[in-house]
């Protein structure tokens, strides 16, 4: 039954009548008046002064106070995003919307601001030991950069992303170490394991949506036990041994290679120099011969002595020392011509050969001879050189 239907004659169903006596509904202003007294009871007001100062005074402080407090409500609202960050608006603690950077407004106890850094790359690290395909054990370590590019979905899509990153990279880096045999993970192998497991760790975090993307990986250190250590530090030394000598090698390839071709290229431009040189000089001859044949057919006694005095010429020329035979007599005569030069016309005596019977040669004895063919000496004023 409602409070206002009429029962009793209508007179027990009003709940502002209690005793049979109308009290009305309660006055605002009593109830001001009686927090006004508690007020000033407690900040110790005179409680002489009349009701309508209570009132009156009451109702400022109270005006005052929300006034305030609104002030103080609206202030507390204001907040700044930075450049870097993305902010996620949160009403009554559901999603609301994202804000970008600068200073923005919001009620404060309704909103919650959530800033989110969508630029810095972060770093995350796992280790641990691993077996491999061929059952050895290894300790590897494993860093990977990632950065937020969607920061709502890297709030909300999972209940913690960095740490389901992180398992995610530790799952994937396990499976493809187990894939592998120990020689490639600790040696050459290094970077077909890093490209994998990135490819795998790329396929495994797709489905979750957590807002991160990947911006590379980096395979850090690879140890075998510390029981077998030092061997696998022989066995890597080796290895770098190897690809070192390799290096050199094809170094020092490139660096002979282009000077044998300079080399070949010399020689070939040589030889071909050689043999115009050679063929230019065989023109010559022949041609010098055909001017020569018609002189020898005229004269050929002459043409005979001419070519063997020039020849002699061409060959006492490159010697500095002649031996001259005496006819009708066993002296040999040596004239030292390079001692000759040297002491720049200083006329010295021949010196004998000491196995000639004689050792006194007379330079001025009539019976020197004469070097020249008898035929040369008789033409000699009739043809000279030619």
């Given at each position: 039954m409602a409070w206002n239907e009429?029962?009793?004659?209508?007179?027990?169903?009003?709940?502002?009548?209690?005793?049979?006596?109308?009290?009305?509904?309660?006055?605002?202003?009593?109830?001001?008046?009686?927090?006004?007294?508690?007020?000033?009871?407690?900040?110790?007001?005179?409680?002489?002064?009349?009701?309508?100062?209570?009132?009156?005074?009451?109702?400022?402080?109270?005006?005052?106070?929300?006034?305030?407090?609104?002030?103080?409500?609206?202030?507390?609202?204001?907040?700044?995003?930075?450049e870097s960050e993305r902010g996620?608006?949160?009403?009554?603690?559901?999603?609301?919307?994202?804000?970008?950077?600068?200073?923005?407004?919001?009620?404060?106890?309704?909103?919650?601001?959530?800033?989110?850094?969508?630029?810095?790359?972060?770093?995350?690290?796992?280790?641990?030991?691993?077996?491999?395909?061929?059952?050895?054990?290894?300790?590897?370590?494993?860093?990977?950069?990632?950065?937020?590019?969607?920061?709502?979905?890297?709030?909300?899509?999972?209940?913690?992303?960095?740490s389901s990153l992180r398992e995610a990279t530790d799952a994937a880096l396990r499976y493809v170490v187990g894939h592998s045999i120990m020689d490639d993970v600790l040696t050459k192998g290094r970077e077909v394991i890093r490209q994998n497991t990135r490819t795998e760790l790329e396929q495994i975090i797709s489905p979750y949506a957590m807002g991160l993307q990947l911006v590379d990986v980096n395979f850090r250190d690879a140890r075998p036990p510390e029981e077998v250590k030092e061997a696998f530090d022989d066995a890597i030394a080796a290895q770098e041994d190897e690809q070192r000598y390799i290096r050199e090698a094809e170094a020092y390839a490139r660096e002979i290679e282009?000077?044998?071709?300079?080399?070949?290229?010399?020689?070939?431009?040589?030889?071909?120099?050689?043999?115009?040189?050679?063929?230019?000089?065989?023109?010559?001859?022949?041609?010098?011969?055909?001017?020569?044949?018609?002189?020898?057919?005229?004269?050929?006694?002459?043409?005979?002595?001419?070519?063997?005095?020039?020849?002699?010429e061409q060959v006492y020329r490159n010697s500095s020392k002649v031996l001259v035979d005496v006819k009708n007599g066993n002296n040999i005569m040596y004239l030292p011509l390079d001692k000759m030069i040297n002491n720049s016309g200083d006329a010295k005596a021949p010196v004998m050969n000491p196995l000639a019977p004689s050792s006194r040669t007379n330079t001025n004895d009539s019976r020197t001879p004469d070097l020249r063919p008898e035929t040369s000496r008789a033409d000699s004023t009739r043809t000279g050189r030619g």
């Open positions: 009429p029962g009793k004659n209508g007179k027990d169903n009003d709940p502002w009548k209690q005793g049979g006596r109308d009290q009305g509904p309660p006055d605002l202003d009593e109830v001001f008046r009686n927090l006004s007294k508690k007020f000033g009871g407690i900040f110790g007001g005179n409680k002489n002064t009349s009701n309508s100062s209570n009132n009156s005074g009451a109702s400022a402080a109270l005006i005052l106070i929300l006034v305030v407090a609104l002030l103080v409500w609206a202030f507390s609202g204001f907040y700044t995003i930075k996620l608006i949160l009403r009554f603690g559901q999603y609301h919307s994202e804000v970008m950077p600068g200073i923005h407004w919001k009620p404060t106890f309704i909103d919650t601001v959530t800033p989110v850094d969508i630029t810095s790359v972060r770093s995350l690290r796992t280790d641990g030991f691993m077996l491999t395909q061929d059952q050895n054990l290894v300790r590897v370590t494993f860093e990977i950069q990632y950065r937020v590019f969607d920061a709502r979905a890297y709030k909300f899509s999972v209940v913690d992303a960095d282009p000077r044998a071709r300079g080399q070949v290229n010399r020689m070939m431009q040589e030889a071909e120099a050689y043999k115009q040189q050679i063929l230019l000089k065989a023109q010559g001859e022949v041609a010098r011969f055909e001017k020569l044949l018609p002189e020898y057919l005229a004269a050929p006694q002459v043409t005979r002595d001419r070519m063997y005095l020039e020849t002699m």
